[in-house]
């Protein structure tokens, strides 16, 4: 009889036991709970997640494709930290990611179209430079200033005759770019 009772008092030990590491089990890590973030309504949850997931994982690829889907989200700030955070990551991107940022370089917003060149920038993107050369004649100076940028390390030697003009600009930094941006791409292969 006391060793019936013995086994009793196990299996009563045993299943606390598992009923107290149950929760600790099933809880999701710091990151499994930012990827969820990446999933909320409220638009600066998800910037705040996206942030915290490249500062604190930045080898992790676990989110990378919550954050893909967010490319084409209709809130402009998790549109361009969605890209950002890609880019500073050096995500691989499929050719459908790439035209997501891609149609970010024709918004309104400049900047918007200075996260995607950003963005562009940390990415296998160079099928996307006929898309930046235009930007090299955009109203504002500091898109212009990020397209150079953008160009002088997607782009090869062809490009220097497009921004060569940029040289006499009226904006002494969209010179000096424009400047940085020749010398980067006479020095490439």
């Not at 019936?4 to 036991?17: C, D, P, S």
């Not at 060149?117 to 212009?144: C, T, W």
Request: net charge positive; glycine share 2%.
């Amino acid at each position: 009889m006391n060793t019936i009772w013995q086994r009793n008092l196990v299996w009563v030990f045993t299943l606390a036991a598992l009923a107290l590491a149950a929760p600790l089990l099933s809880a999701a890590t710091p990151e499994e709970k930012l990827i969820k973030d990446l999933q909320s309504k409220n638009a600066s949850t998800v910037t705040s997640a996206l942030q915290k997931l490249e500062k604190e994982y930045p080898t992790s690829t676990n989110a990378f494709p919550a954050m893909k889907q967010l490319l084409t989200d209709p809130r402009e700030t998790v549109r361009r930290k969605a890209a950002r955070v890609l880019g500073v990551l050096h995500a691989e991107v499929s050719d459908a990611d790439l035209k997501a940022i891609a149609a970010m370089l024709k918004a309104s917003a400049p900047n918007e179209i200075i996260d995607a060149l950003k963005a562009l920038r940390g990415l296998k993107a160079a099928p996307i430079v006929p898309e930046i050369v235009p930007l090299l004649q955009h109203s504002s100076p500091n898109v212009i200033r990020d397209a150079c940028r953008t160009l002088a390390v997607l782009g090869g030697k062809d490009l220097i005759p497009s921004i060569e003009p940029l040289l006499n600009h009226k904006v002494p930094a969209v010179k000096a770019d424009a400047q940085d941006a020749i010398f980067q791409l006479k020095a490439k292969p």
